[in-house]
């Protein structure tokens, strides 16, 4: 029971980082369209006071992940290991970014930066479909380590996971920024918004038809009795939140396009949930294979019980307070 | 077993990381106290001159932090990518501790920080106070956690071991209380602050020879000098307490920083030399007869061991101990010299003329942080071989990534600290460049638009 806690309680922390930080990622991923300085300041300064805290959810991802199913932790790191150190490294240019560009004392410094910032945020939504993708394709285990080459992961299936996770971020950014801007560039990340959502429903179709094939346990959860009463609600659900969407796009809702696409990413996220349940390291290794001793997992637990309410209370609060659209060039005057 | 050139790779990349890391939070822990403290007084006096001040070097914070931040996220995964047999089996014991850093304090720091740099505007001077202090305590937190889990790495306790020999916690209040933890923590706090100080110095001291009649440089020097006199010396006494600790549970540690080979009684104290390894023996030693018995057992003929009574795969690397502990004493010592000249300038009211201190404090900007990655290299050198001390081995608790792989992401790490915290640096000394103003702006100006007057109310306030 308590590692089934545990294991709701890392999944929950890897949807927020994915909620979270997938729309700063999709921010910067966006760089790539929008190259007006004045639009890039307020792209940024929209997420520049949250962007650490959302982050924070990646470090709590992997430390849980360490905490309570070390074994899991030790092979996917292991197996995955260009692709963790890749999205690191692009992290590191994407994080430093926010500060950086603005610092930078010629236009040309400034430019290379903001170069890094789109290429860190691109490189880093990539790694994390790479990662995602070579998990649920299975990882090769001997003697609880890992025990396949150094290439193993690297699949016309992970890289497709790559390019759909860099999509579905730019979505989520281009939702973002119709929420907090206002003028041209909301009309502008409009127009994004439609074409990366056709992109994202079509690769999410893709994947969806992929993966069973991958193993033959996530075809029997998929399509066989009784897991089907579980699973067909899935697809509804998305084709729901699409029609949705596009009423929100073609009324110009403010708030809805973004609600409806991180929609997307919960149904596709609980969709992965049921295919790997209640493995965490596809094909052998279960969560309770993987689980620390019971008290470790209880020892974290109280602290977890406490702490993450708050957590999300003043998350909350940090968001209230820099809440409203971003303008271009306040300070200008 | 893996090759022993794969294993050495990983040791460099993690040293190599956490180096590069250690460094910033050392100047946020310092920093966010520092910060808090101005931002007080400036509550409670209304003084101008703290509001620039705390505004000044909140700017230098938000870029360190920032950087903090990217370099810590890899840390958080060196475990599981170079380490992953250790993290298998310490995981138990070491992932909670880092948990609770994570769940108490990066989300604190994380959350409270967007109001602490951009939010001067959008809440109450209390609500931004709470903010700032939040950061600061959510860094001294995350120190607590940090430091925890190593020291229970060096004097491992409250644990049981099982047959394929992972750790088991037993007794939680054991691991955390770990025999080492009280000392290692007070030690290392205070050279956050110390590093700090000299930094702050240092800054105050560059701008008050441009011009000595700048407020906030006088106040930035002064209140450095303080910390010095007083901070200086309580460190070498908190360094002599954790060495005596060191002593009791981590005897080859201390034997290898000594560069003592032979058990004898009234140990000498070997002031320079260059431990041999091979020969067993310390080579060119300059010593003090009876002084390391006096420092190290606090009497005459006391004795300590060397390092001939382990075996020599159980040794730590001597040469590196050694002279990684002079360097963090000798600083240490010239950090409480230059306190106590201060302190004299002071009291003779001439702290701010005297342009050899202000060299000298120029001259030592960066000597906190020296001496506090020269005192991380002599505890962590000191524990070799092991990772968990005594219990299990550096080569036993590497990844199965072969030697191409640590090799390559260890070029790519390299390549791309270099790139981003060269930069980095340079930011942060152009910010320490510019000389300190009467109302200084923070994070939110000088740049065209932070978060700040995001909503039209501060907007409308914002066009007058």
Redesign the interface.
Known sequence: MLTVIWAGLIAFAVLAYVLLDGFDLGVGILFAVERREEDRDVMVNSVAPVWDGNETWLILGGGGLFAVFPLAYGVILSALYPAIIGMLLALVFRGVGFEFRFRAATASGRLWWDRAFQAGSTIAAFCQGLVLGGLLQGIRVEDRVYAGGWWDWLTGFTVLCGIAVVIGYALQGACWLIWRCEGPLQQRARQYARALAVGMLGLIVVVSLWTPMLEPAFSERWFGWPGILLTSPVPILVALVAWLFWHGLSRQHHFTPLLCAQAWFVLCYAGLGISLWPLIVPPDITIWDAAAPASSQEFLLVGAVVLIPLILGYTGYAYWVFRGKVRAGMHYH | MPDADAVLLARVQFAFTIGFHIVLPALTIGLASYLAVLEALWLATGRQVYNDVFQYWLRVF??G???G??????M??Q???NW??F??KA??????L???????A??????????M???RR??GRGVHFAATMLVAIGTLISAFWILAANSWMQTPQGYTLTPDGRF???D?WQVIFNPSFPYRLVHMVIACYLSVAFVVGAVGAWHLGRDAQNQAARLMFSMAMWMAVVVAPIQLLVGDQHGLNTLEYQPAKIAAVEGAWETQPGTPLILFGMPNMQQERTDWAVEIPHLGALILTHSWDGSIKGLKEFPPQDRPFSPVTFWAFRIMVGLGLLMAAIGVWAAWLRVRGGLYASPWLRRAVLAMAPSGFIALLAGWTVTEVGRQPFTVYGMLRTTESV????L??VGA?LA??VV??AI?FG??FV?LL??MGRPPTVGESGP??G??????????VA?LQ???
């Open positions: 938000a870029v932090f920032g950087m931040v990217v370099s810590g996220l890899v958080s995964y475990f599981g990518t992953a047999r993290a298998d995981g138990p014991i070491i992932g909670p880092l948990g609770y850093e994570v769940l108490m990066f989300f604190l720091e994380a959350g409270f920080l967007g109001v740099l951009f939010g959008r809440v088991l916690p037993a939680w990844s199965p990534v072969g191409p792989g992401s790519g790490f791309v600290y981003v930069a980095g930011f152009r910010l939110e100006t740049v065209p638009v932070r978060s700040a007057g995001i909503t039209p907007a914002d066009t007058h």
